[in-house]
């Protein structure tokens, strides 16, 4: 079956410090992958994919992701954290069997960045 | 540029009753697809509406159904309500191209008591 795992449910940074919130994923053939941010009470915002190409991505508010297919990972990155980073993030990966773009979802990682 | 518009905000229905939740695209989009959040999960795939019609549908029960009109514009209804159906519910348009982006709106908070 097609998933995505992210493997912590919360991570600690102080603020200026790099950040790095994992994603692995199961899919046959090349993945369709994404990363999404949620604020409270919010819908989610779309901050950057890997469709195919350069192994790093950049996004917005300064995010990065390096998909690294050996490991099957795609993990989320920023050289400087501020606490307005602070929030849920979501890996996704498009499901390559179905005939839509419809996306499967990890359970989230909660990104807390300390002034 | 108006993004995904969704609407209500917040509903509270009882068990047994009928909701009705709506969607507008982005502007430019023509397929919108309906996630469900349960409290402290990922969004759930229910399903996609492309040309007014379903074109993929997740695990989801026939209570739940949909309809996309010649605007895009798109409606989520829920029959006889669980308990279990108290989620955010997620609107997200896209192009029905592939790898395209689906871009989110901000849900609708639905407590079904």
């Known amino acids: 079956a097609q998933s995505v795992a992210q493997p912590e449910d919360q991570v600690n940074v102080a603020e200026g410090n790099p950040l790095t919130v994992k994603c692995t994923y199961s899919?046959?053939?090349?993945?369709?992958l994404f990363w999404y941010v949620q604020y409270p009470n919010r819908g989610l915002q779309f901050l950057l994919k890997?469709?195919?190409?350069?192994?790093l991505v950049k996004g917005s508010y300064g995010f990065e992701a390096e998909f690294n297919k050996s490991q099957t990972s795609f993990h989320l990155k920023k050289p400087s954290a501020l606490v307005s980073d602070s929030a849920l993030y979501f890996c996704a990966v498009r499901d390559m069997w179905g005939a839509t773009n419809k996306l499967i979802f990890g359970t989230g990682t909660l990104l807390a960045v300390q002034p | 540029d108006a993004g995904v518009t969704q609407s209500p905000t917040h509903l509270i229905k009882t068990r047994g009753q009928q909701v009705t939740l709506r969607c507008s695209p982005k502007s430019g989009h023509d397929t919108v697809s309906w996630y469900q959040q349960a409290l402290g999960q990922g969004p759930q795939f229910i399903f996609q509406?492309?040309?007014?019609?379903?074109?993929q549908r997740g695990n989801f029960p026939d209570r739940f159904s949909g309809h996309q009109f010649p605007n895009y514009s798109s409606e989520l209804n829920v029959n006889a309500l669980l308990l279990g159906d108290s989620a955010l519910y997620l609107c997200a348009s896209s192009l029905v191209v592939e790898g395209e982006t689906q871009y989110f709106g901000p849900g609708t908070r639905l407590l079904v008591l």
């Open positions: 890997y469709i195919t190409g350069d192994n």
């Open positions: 509406y492309y040309e007014e019609e379903e074109r």
């Open positions: 899919v046959s053939g090349n993945p369709y």
